[in-house]
């Protein structure tokens, strides 16, 4: 099946700084997916997007859709204490989602 | 508009004992489900999805199985629990495409 690799695997940053994450796969997706997992809950979508090239931002949150198609990353901007969680990628093709194994953020304040 | 929800929010059960965890759907209809579980925090593992009524499919072969008795009920059940089913497992719900899964808040179940 298909693969995503999502880096880094863990953050540690001090509150104010940007965070970035991506991830990248062999295989094409026609639609990524981020997502954000408070501790102890289930995860919630941020951001999806659906055209290769695609720049689209949420609030602090900005995530691009790869040209090829074969990756995305996500930016968050002047991070705060709850922005502490772990971030997951998500693509999507042939009617089958495959997540990255997600990125722990830690904020110091 | 649609919600999702799964009980028990906890669970401790001894090593041997049965299991059944519920997740039901609210405001659609032949929705796509799912149970994943998550170990430490970390990735989340796909165990099960169904397309519907009755039909289950498996992604990893395990002492689990799947339900789904009514269009937007899902069922996670054991006849007996194992030391390493400890874990987080989340339900979610889509109407495929490429409009992401809908999760639903865990069930942070430990066997003792």
């Known amino acids: 099946g298909q693969q995503l690799n999502q880096s880094p695997q863990s953050m540690f940053i001090q509150e104010g700084e940007d965070v970035s994450m991506n991830c990248t796969s062999s295989?094409?997706?026609?639609?990524w997916l981020w997502y954000k997992q408070d501790p102890g809950e289930g995860p919630v979508l941020l951001i999806a997007?659906?055209?290769?090239?695609e720049l689209t931002s949420n609030g602090r949150l900005t995530a691009q859709f790869g040209i090829t198609r074969k990756d995305s990353f996500l930016n968050i901007s002047a991070s705060i204490p709850s922005d502490v969680g772990i971030y997951f990628c998500?693509?999507?093709?042939?009617?089958?989602?495959?997540f990255g194994k997600g990125t722990k953020l830690s904020v110091i304040p | 508009s649609q919600t999702i929800h799964q009980w028990p929010a906890t669970l401790v059960q001894p090593v041997g004992s049965p299991l059944s965890l519920e997740c039901t759907v609210e405001?659609?209809?032949?929705?796509?489900l799912y149970w994943y579980r998550q170990a430490a925090g970390r990735g989340l593992q796909l165990l099960f999805y169904?397309?519907?009524?009755?039909?289950i499919s498996s992604e990893v072969p395990q002492n689990l199985s799947a339900s789904r008795p009514q269009d937007r009920q899902f069922i996670l059940s054991s006849k007996k629990l194992l030391l390493s089913d400890s874990g987080f497992y989340l339900c979610?719900?889509?109407?495929?495409?490429?409009?992401?899964?809908?999760f639903g808040s865990g069930t942070r179940l430990t066997v003792v």
């Open positions: 998500a693509g999507h093709f042939d009617a089958q989602l495959t």
């Open positions: 979610a719900w889509s109407h495929g495409g490429g409009y992401g899964y809908t």
């Open positions: 997007l659906y055209k290769a090239g």
């Open positions: 295989s094409i997706f026609n639609t």
């Open positions: 405001g659609t209809s032949n929705p796509n």
């Open positions: 169904s397309v519907g009524i009755g039909q």
